[in-house]
């Protein structure tokens, strides 16, 4: 059997996410996820031609027991025989890794140290690159960072206005995140116009629960809305974005928060969720202010919506030359409303809706939404499995 797939693995804390792709055509062949870890409702379900299985895991119940039972999947329907590399999301590369690294205990100890600028994510993802190495120690394992996209940001985008030690010695600075995606739609996006990639000049939009813009000059990150964590810029599903730093001060001396409730404010009971009072999930809001008119729903999109298009226009400085914007991740492809708020305030900026390209372009169709004889505005489904899948072959490629 030819070896022609690699399978990406995206390790939460209490869930694994894989799927076996073909790295060149990015045709997927097997899709899963295993919930729940660490708990004696883990389960496994499995997707392949078509057919779903859901399996309970065994004790431990843990990351290391799912991919035990991926490995006997895979060895059952034949699918091993085909694994090239296993490739992983890592969230956080810091300054050492702006491109994909094959994963060796050095790599894998510097993923570790890099933990304390994302506590929440590079652990758990080690958890995942443990077990798999364990799992398939006779395969290459590359690691693919959310912030490497965004490395060829300058000193002028990345630098807070702190004390410059702060940076020197303590790595403090924005860093980016959703970079794969990013990546990934400007790619795309220069494919679609017939375009050289390191010609484009484009501005792209991640709304997903997490939400995220960055501006690409010449194929390039210049500048992106997320900093050091992925807190900072734009509004979310229950995070705030950016907000007066004074207000962490406020609530912790006058109203009495400690760190820990503030943490959690920010970060689990803000955006959408803490503005609406009902949900963090834009279907539900655009649903509540379609059917019960919910005004406090429609505050929270128009919110939402505003600091997007603050956003983008805000990289008016960042770049020489705009070919047009881009919408992805799960609100960006699907959400006609969102796209249509956000792009009525960039008038200024020559951009337009077509209102019936708005309406079709949705549930994974890919288009071009501008007006005509307007900047293009394009919405573009996201792939970042594919982004691991490939930039894992190329690796492995070269290292061969
Ligand atoms: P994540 O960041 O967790 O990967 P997604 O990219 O899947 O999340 O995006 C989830 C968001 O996309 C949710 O707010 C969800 O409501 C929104 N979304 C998904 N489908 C639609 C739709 N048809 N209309 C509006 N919003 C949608």
Partial sequence: MTKDCVLVINCGSSSLKFSLIMPQSGQTILTGLAE????????????LDGNKETTALVEPYDHQTALSQLVSFLYQHKCEQ????????????GEQYSKPELISDVVERT???LAAL???HNPVNLVGIRASRQAFSHLPQV??????FHQTMD?????????????SQHSIRRYGFHGTSHYFVAKRFAELTDSPVDDINVITAHLGNGCSVAAIAGGKCVDTSMGLTPLEGLVMGTRSGSLDPGIIFHLYKQLGYSIEQIDNLLNKESGLLGISQLSNDCRTLEQAIAEQGNEQ??????????????????YSASLSNLDGIVFTGGIGENSSLVRQRVVNR???LGFAIDDSANTDTRFGKCGNIAKSSHRDCWVIPTNEEWVIAEQTYQLISEDN
């Avoid at 000193?155 to 940076?167: D, I, N, R």
């Avoid at 729903?297 to 805000?314: E, G, N, P, V």
């Fill in 36 to 47: 729940r870890l660490l708990s004696s409702e883990a389960s496994i379900t499995i997707k």
């Fill in 82 to 93: 085909r694994l090239l590399a296993i490739g992983h999301r890592v969230v956080h590369g």
């Fill in 111 to 113: 993923i570790e140290a």
């Fill in 118 to 120: 994302a506590p929440l």
């Fill in 143 to 148: 690691a693919v960072f959310d912030t490497a």
């Fill in 155 to 167: 000193k002028v985008a990345y630098l807070y206005g702190l004390p410059f030690e702060l940076y």
């Fill in 297 to 314: 729903a429609d505050l929270a999109m128009d919110i939402f919506c505003y600091q997007i298009s603050k956003t983008i226009a805000s």
């Fill in 346 to 348: 960039l008038k200024l």
